[in-house]
C-alpha cells in the first residue's frame, strides 16, 4: 500500500493549493509541499529493502483478464527516480512560490505541478505495464496544462500544443509497443517482462516491438528527429522548465530505456537505433546551444544535447555505459535544474532573457552568478564537479566500443566535437551574462539579487554539485550501485568513482575539449558569422505548416462526406452496412438454417402492423409535426409492448421510460424549429432514399431470418445460474449491470453526466425567439401555467416519487433499477417545470444538477473502490442477510449503493438537459424590448 499511496499522495494534494491560495501564498506552497515530503518519509522507510538489493512489489488485481492490476514496483532504478522527482518537486515548489507574480493563479500552478508529479512517480513506480501507460499519457496531458500555464501567450499556447502532439503521438506507438510485449511474454507484469530477454529477442515481432518502444522514448526525451518541440516548451515558467525539462518529463524517455534494458537491449539493432540517434541528438544539441541568445533557449538544446548523451551510454550496450549513463542522470538533473532556476531569477530580476542585454550581471547579482557559475562548470565537466565524473566515464566507453568496425573512430570523435561546444555555451553562459560589458537596455534596471528563500533550492543543487564532484562515493556511491544494479538487472561491472585515473586517452579527450572549447568561445564571433550564412528552419513553423496542411486535407476529405445533410450521412452508413453485411450473407450456402421458425400468434401479428402503420404514417405526415411526434411515440410504444411480449419487462420498464423523456425532449426542440418545413428533397433523391430504405429493411430481415434459422448459444445460461448465488438478486438484468458489467455501466453514467454538463454548456445563456403563434397562425395562450396543469403536477409528483422509490428498491429481484427510477423521477420533475415554470420549481427545489450528476458518478466509483480496500476486485458488490425492526429478515447488496449512482447521475444528467432546455424560451421578453 505504501507505493500506491507515494503515487496517490500529490493527486489528492492536488486540491490543497486550490483550497489554501486564498490564505496567503507561503501557506500555499507550505501545503503543496506536503504530499512529497510525506512520499519522502514512505519511500524512505523501504529504502533498506532496496539497498539491500531487494524489490518491492504490491499489488492488487482489478481487471486481470485483460492483464491490467494495479501493481507498483520499487527497485534501485525507481527508487532513484522518486527521489529526484520529489526532491527536486519541493525544491522548484519553494522556487515557484518567489517566482509566480501576483497576477499568476498560484493555486491552479502548484495543482497541475502536483498532477504531473504523480503521473511521474506512477511511470517509474508501475510494475504493470498497462498501468504505466496510464500514468505515461498523463504526464503528457498534464505537462500540457503546466506549459500552457500562461495562456494568453500564444508562444505557450502553441508550445504546449506541439508538445501534446509529439508525445502523444509517441505514447500512441509506446502503448502499441506495450500491447506487443506483454502479448509475446504472456503478461504485463515488468517482473516477467524483464525475466524473458531472450525469449523477447528472438521474438519475430521483436524489431516491431523495439521500434515503437524506442519512438515512445525518443519523442519523450527530445531525440532527434524529434527534439523540435523542447525549445518551444520553454514558454512555460521557469520553474516548469527546472522541473520538466531538466529533471523529470523528459528524462522519463531515458527512464524507459533504462527501464526495458535487460528486456531489448543485446542486439544489433538496439545499437544502432539507440547509439546513432543518441549521437546525432548529442551532437545537434550541442552545436545549436552555442548560437542561441535567449538564456533558456540555451539551456533547452543543452538539455537536448545530455539526453543525446544518455541516450547514446545505452546505445553502447555496455554494462559500463548503463553505469554511467545512470550516472549522467543524476549529474544532469542536479547542474541543469539549477540553471534553469538561475536563469529565472535573471529574468524576473531583469526582464529579459537575452543574452545580448543581460551583460555584466556579476555587479549587481555576485550570489546568484557564483551559483550558476558552478552550476555551468559543472554542465561544461570541469574537474572538481559532478559533470566532469560522469563525462570521463562518457569518453572511457565510447573509445572501448568497436561495433562500426573499422569507424568506430567516429562516436569518440563526435563525443570530442559535442564536449568542446559544451564548453563553449556553458563558458558562453558564464562570460556573456555575468561579465563581458555593461547591461543594455534592460527592462527592469538595476538588476538585484532576488528575494532570500528564492535562491535557497539553487543553492542545494549546486552544493549537489560539488559534494558529488568532491566525494561521489561517499555522496552517490550506494545510491548509482542499486539503481546501476536494476538497470543492467545483475550484478554490476567493477566501475571507480575516483576523481583521478591516472593520464589516460578520456583525460586527453577532457583536455582538448576543455582547451578547444575556450578556443571556440574565443573565436565566436567568425563561428556565428558561418552560423548565420547556413540557412533556418524553424521547427515550430515547420510542424505548424504540417499541422495546418493536415487541417485543409482532413477539411476537404469531411466535405466530400458531411455537407450539414443528415439524409447523407444516411446514406453513407447504410450504404456500408448494406456492402459489409451483403457481402457476408451472400458467402452462406443457404439462408434459412436447420432451426425451425416459432409459429406467429394473432396477438403479436397485430402488434407488428400497428408498429409498421405508425412507422409509415410519421413518415406520411412528417409536415404536421406533433402528427408525427405522435405516431413516432406510438412506435416507442409498441417496441415496449414487444419486449414486454417477449419476457422481457426491464427492457420494457426502460424503452417506456426513455419514450416518454425522448418525447418531451423532442417537443421541446421542435418548440423552436421554423414553422414551415424546408424544401422538399428532389424525385431522384426521394427514389434514393425509397431504395436504402427497402434494402436496408431487406438486409435486416435477411439477417433476422439466419439468425433465428440456426442454432446459438448465448451467455445467458452463465447469468441464469450464477444471479442469485454470485450477486445477490433474482432480476438478472439488474444483476448484470451493477456487479457483473458494472464497469462498463460505471463508464457509461460518466459519459451520461459529461453529455450532460456539456450540453448545459452549449445552452447555458443562449436565448432563442419563439414564435408567437402555432403553426396554424393561433395565438399562444397568454396562461403559461395552467391552473388545473399546475394542481394536477403536483399531485402527480409525490406519487411519482414514490413509483421511484419503489423500482429503485425493488429493482435488485424484480423489473426495476437505477435507471428506471431515475428517469421517472426526471419525468415528474420536469412536469413541474413545465406547469409551474423554471422560477418557481428553481425557488422550491433548489438542486444543483451538476452536483447531483457528480455525485452521482463519485459514489458509483466509490462503491467500485470499496471492494478494493477489503481485498476484492474493483467493483465487486458483497450481500448479506439481516433481521431489520419492523420489517423483518431483509437481503442487503453493495450493489444498491452503485445503482444509487446510476439514479443520481440520471436524474442530474436529464434535467441538466431538459430544465435547461426549457429555459430557452425565457428570452422571448428581452428579445422583443430589443
Known sequence: MTLALIVLLPLLGSLLPLLTVRYGRSLCALATMLAPVIGLFLLWELAPVVFDGGVVVQSWPWLSQIGLNLSFRLDGL??????????????????????????????????????????????????????????????????????????????????????????????????????????????????????????????????????????????????FPFHFWLPHAMAAPTPVSAYLHSATMVKAGVFLLARFYPALSDTDLWFFLVSVTGMITLLVGACTALFKHDLKGLLAYSTISHLGLITLLFGLDTQLAAVAAVFHIINHATFKASLFMAAGIIDHETGTRDMRRINGLWRFMPHTATLAMVAASAMAGVPLLNGFLSKEMFFTETLEQNQFGDFSWVIPLVATLAGIFSVAYSLRFIHDVFFNGKPFNLPKYPPHEPPRYMKVPVEILVALCLLVGLLPAFTVGSLLAVAASATIGGELPYYSLAMWHGFNLPLIMSIVALGLGILLYAKRGRVFELYERLPERDGKLVFEEVVQGLVRKAGQFTLLLENASLQRYLAWMLSAALVVSGYWLLQLPSLRGDVALSPVDGVTAVGALMLMIAAVATVIWHKQRLVALVMLSVVGLFVALAFARFSAPDL?????????????????????????????????????????????????????????????????????????????????????????????????????????????????GLRLRIPDTDALGRPWSKDAHPFMLVNLSQVILPLALMVSAYIFLRGHNLPGGGFIAGLITAVALILQYVASGEKWTTERWGVNYHHLAGWGVIIAGLTGLGSLFWGYPFLTSSFGYFNIPLIGKTELATAMLFDLGVYLTVVGATLLILANLGKLSTGRATQEAD
Open 652 to 764: 420494457a420498464l426502460t424503452q417506456l421510460s426513455v419514450e416518454v423523456v425522448t418525447i418531451i425532449l423532442l417537443m421541446l426542440a421542435l418548440f423552436f424549429l421554423p414553422r414551415l418545413t424546408p424544401a422538399e428533397s428532389s424525385g431522384l433523391r426521394r427514389t434514393r432514399d425509397l431504395g436504402l430504405a427497402g434494402m436496408a429493411g431487406l438486409l435486416v430481415s435477411a439477417l433476422s431470418f439466419a439468425v433465428m434459422t440456426r442454432p446459438y448459444e448465448t451467455i445467458a445460461g452463465y447469468f441464469l445460474e450464477n444471479s442469485v448465488s454470485g450477486g445477490g438478486g433474482t432480476n438478472v438484468v439488474n444483476v448484470i449491470l451493477v456487479d457483473f458489467r458494472g464497469f462498463d455501466t460505471l463508464g457509461e453514467v460518466t459519459v451520461l453526466a459529461i453529455a450532460g454538463v456539456a450540453i448545459y454548456a452549449l445552452i447555458d
Open 78 to 223: 525507481g527508487f532513484l527516480f522518486a527521489l529526484l522527482i520529489q526532491g527536486i518537486g519541493i525544491l522548484v515548489i519553494l522556487y515557484a512560490r518567489y517566482y509566480l507574480s501576483k497576477r499568476d493563479p498560484m493555486g491552479r500552478f502548484f495543482a497541475f505541478l502536483l498532477l504531473f508529479m504523480a503521473a511521474m512517480l506512477g511511470v517509474v513506480l508501475s510494475e504493470n505495464m498497462l498501468l504505466m501507460m496510464f500514468f505515461w499519457e498523463l504526464t503528457s496531458l498534464s505537462s500540457f496544462l503546466l506549459i500552457g500555464y500562461w495562456s494568453h501567450s500564444t508562444d505557450a499556447r502553441k508550445g504546449a500544443r506541439m508538445a501534446l502532439a509529439v508525445t502523444g503521438g509517441g505514447g500512441l506507438a509506446l502503448l502499441a509497443g506495450v500491447l506487443l510485449l506483454g502479448q509475446m511474454v504472456g503478461s504485463y507484469e515488468l517482473t516477467d517482462v524483464l525475466a524473458a530477454g531472450d525469449l523477447i529477442r528472438s521474438h519475430a515481432l521483436y524489431p516491431v516491438v523495439l521500434v515503437l518502444i524506442l519512438l515512445g522514448a525518443f519523442t519523450k526525451s527530445a531525440q
